[in-house]
C-alpha cells in the first residue's frame, strides 16, 4: 500500500518543547487555582496528555466530543455535541483544549456552550491554529503553533482513522492520491 507524500512540519522534540512553554504559561496563570482542562476529542487527546502532565498546579480534567457537519450552502456548518461533559463547571476557571482552530465554528460553539454555564474565566488552547481558514473570529489565549493552509496529520490529528500515532506533525500533500483508504466525507475543518 502506498502512503501519500507527507512533508514533515514540526518534529516531536519542537512539539515537546511547545507543550511545556504553553504548560509553564498556564501555570503561571492559575497558580493557586485548579482549572478544568476540557480536551475535544478526538484529535486533542495526544496533546491533552501531554499538557496535563506539563502542569505543576492540580487540574480537573473533562472530555467533549464535538462533530462539525457541513450542509450544502456555504455557511451552513453546524456543529453536534457528540459526548458532553461530565462535571459542572460552574464557578471554575476552564480551559478548552483544543488540537486545531481552523475555520473556527467548533471552537465558537464550544466557548459560547461553555460561556452559558457560567465558568470564573474561560480561555481557548489550540496546539495549532490556521488563520488562512478562519470563518469565524475565536480568541486563541494560548496558541502553540501557526500553520498554512494545509492538511495536518500526527499527534493526534488523523485523516479517515489513520496517522494519529505518527510522531511529528506532517502536512499531508495530497490526500485524494494514496492507495490508504480515505473516507467518503475527509475530517471537517475544526
Not at 25 to 50: H, K, N, S, T
Not at 165 to 186: F, I
Request: proline share 9%; with cysteine.
Amino acid at each position: 500500500m502506498q502512503e501519500p507524500q507527507l512533508t514533515p512540519l514540526f518534529s516531536p522534540d519542537e512539539i515537546a518543547s511547545k507543550v511545556r512553554e504553553i504548560g509553564a504559561e498556564i501555570a503561571r496563570d492559575f497558580q493557586g487555582q485548579e482549572p478544568v482542562l476540557i480536551c475535544v476529542l478526538q484529535g486533542a487527546f495526544v496533546f491533552f496528555a501531554d499538557l496535563v502532565r506539563e502542569l505543576s498546579l492540580p487540574v480537573h480534567c473533562d472530555f467533549i466530543q464535538a462533530s462539525l457537519y457541513e450542509g450544502g450552502v456555504e455557511g451552513s456548518e453546524r456543529v453536534e455535541i457528540v459526548r458532553d461533559l461530565g462535571s459542572e463547571i460552574g464557578g471554575r476557571p476552564v480551559i478548552i483544549v483544543e488540537d486545531i482552530v481552523d475555520s473556527g465554528r467548533t471552537a465558537r460553539t464550544l466557548l459560547d456552550r461553555f460561556a452559558a454555564r457560567n465558568p470564573k474565566e474561560l480561555h481557548l488552547c489550540s496546539l495549532l491554529d490556521k488563520p488562512l481558514r478562519r470563518k469565524i473570529e475565536v480568541p486563541i489565549r494560548y496558541r502553540g503553533f501557526v500553520v498554512p493552509d494545509r492538511f495536518i496529520v500526527g499527534y493526534g490529528l488523523d485523516l479517515g482513522g489513520y496517522y494519529r500515532n505518527r510522531p511529528g506533525l506532517w502536512s499531508l500533500d495530497d490526500p485524494t492520491t494514496s492507495d490508504r483508504p480515505v473516507p467518503a466525507h475527509p475530517p471537517p475543518p475544526r
